[in-house]
């Protein structure tokens, strides 16, 4: 009999101080700046320390903003920003799978032959095996996971209580924190994808030949990227002459090897330890537009009061599709795990299979990109007086209003693996078909009495 256990009772410590000030050099020029520390300490299941994140400048934080009322009667501002943000706390799941101590533990029992056939024997020679027992070594000098944040733009109330904007913003990864392994798998380490300073396990394994041609050839990992740039537009109308509405358009650009803690390709949940860096195998064409990468999105919020004390609301949202691509399977680590083209650059092709729960009605067929989404959702709400501290609401809702059905999700799935020793992948009839799409139009009543 064999039994899996998992005590996963792991923890952590936290710590968190800043610092912060303004300082106003002008009566129109305000200066802010601050620095924040995040400190942790990670502990495995039998409370044996793992990582520290205790060091003074690594764990530092700073934020820089710089203000300018160019109006000199608060209608506008111009403005700079920059700051440093620090993942903390690393999730536990690190701490499960990479820790090690006694947190997964496989046991294997022998029984006896009641009832089994005359012929049968008791099996013996089976010892538990503590799976979890050997914590993956962590890199010289770990860096905290962080990233850097620049923005600056301008805002200005062109008339009375509308006001317009337009904002830039860089966003990138500073360190990232992953599992990798130079040797297929049979060891792992905790790393800072491509930092490669002195001491650390990757800048000493590429330091020996690089010749393509040499099969045994160490592979650099490289750096966990992951650039956003945008350019926002935004109007602003104050809730006066009862209405109110708020616009956006935001053109953007997501591109670099990294998503982040979640990784929507495949659906893999192991922040930290994704299988990305796992592997010098993996890291083809894994550099691209990333999956939430969408050029053109706007956004429009509204309502207004009509003389008669009924609020109207509306919602409309457009989006560009995201990036598509073709997944397939590695040998070792499975089903999509694989780009069999740059990510992110796959084209769309038309699905002829069908098959319940797998509708094809795809928009975007001969594009590198799910279809364009829009949606638009109406609401009124009217109030009911009933005394000086009773009032009853009723409310309704219209979500999807113009029935829209396209796919938001497509199957990506270009191959997978046969499961036959010697045979290759087979291909996916569905590959391209539509697996979420819109949901339909739907209406809501509410009422709610206050007292």
């Not at 893999?268 to 990333?290: A, E, K, M, V």
């Amino acid at each position: 009999m064999r039994d899996f256990e998992l005590n996963a009772k792991t923890y952590d410590n936290a710590e968190a101080f800043y610092i912060q000030d303004d300082y106003k050099f002008a009566r129109n020029f305000q200066f802010n700046f601050g620095v924040r520390w995040d400190y942790e300490q990670t502990y495995n299941a039998d409370g044996t320390s793992y990582i520290k994140f205790n060091n003074f400048w690594d764990n530092a934080a700073p934020r820089l903003g710089l203000t300018w009322d160019f109006t000199g009667k608060g209608k506008g501002k111009l403005y700079a920003n920059y700051a440093t943000f620090i993942e903390t706390p690393i999730p536990l799941d690190v701490n499960v799978r990479a820790a090690g101590g006694n947190s997964q533990t496989d046991k294997n029992f022998n029984v006896n032959t009641l009832n089994a056939p005359a012929s049968s024997t008791i099996a013996t020679g089976f010892t538990p095996v503590n799976l979890g027992a050997s914590a993956t070594p962590i890199d010289p000098g770990l860096k905290p996971p962080s990233i850097g944040e620049y923005t600056a733009g301008i805002e200005y109330e062109i008339v009375k209580d509308l006001a317009l904007g337009v904002r830039g913003v860089y966003r990138h990864e500073r360190n990232v924190v992953e599992d990798g392994s130079f040797d297929d798998g049979n060891n792992y380490f905790l790393f800072n994808p491509g930092r490669n300073e002195p001491g650390t396990t990757e800048q000493q394994a590429c330091q020996g030949s690089t010749d393509p041609a040499d099969p045994h050839a160490p592979r650099c990992f490289g750096r966990a990227q992951r650039f956003y740039r945008a350019v926002e537009f935004t109007a602003t109308k104050r809730f006066t002459k009862n209405y109110q509405f708020i616009a956006s358009y935001v053109f953007s650009s997501l591109t670099g090897n990294y998503e982040g803690l979640f990784r929507n390709d495949n659906g893999q949940s192991d922040p930290n330890i994704t299988s990305l860096f796992d592997l010098q195998s993996l890291l083809d064409n894994t550099y691209g537009r990333l999956p939430n990468d969408r050029p053109h999105q706007f956004k429009f919020n509204g309502s207004y009061r009509t003389p008669f004390k009924l609020l109207v609301s509306g919602n409309f949202y457009m989006q560009s599709g995201s990036p598509f691509n073709q997944l397939i399977p590695h040998p070792v680590y499975g089903n999509n795990e694989g780009f069999a083209v740059q990510r992110g650059t796959a084209i769309v092709p038309t699905v002829t299979a069908t098959q319940a729960g797998f509708p094809n009605v795809v928009q975007s067929i001969g594009t590198s990109r799910t279809p364009t989404t829009m949606n638009l959702d109406l609401g009124v709400y009217y109030p009911i007086k009933l005394g000086e501290k009773r009032e009853l609401r009723l409310t309704g809702d219209w979500f999807n209003v113009f029935n829209s059905q396209r796919a938001v999700t497509l199957d990506q799935t270009y191959s997978i693996n046969s499961g036959v020793t010697g045979v290759a992948p087979v291909l996916n009839p569905f590959y391209g078909a539509a697996l979420l799409v819109q949901a339909p139009s739907a209406f809501r009543f509410g009422a709610k009495f206050t007292f």
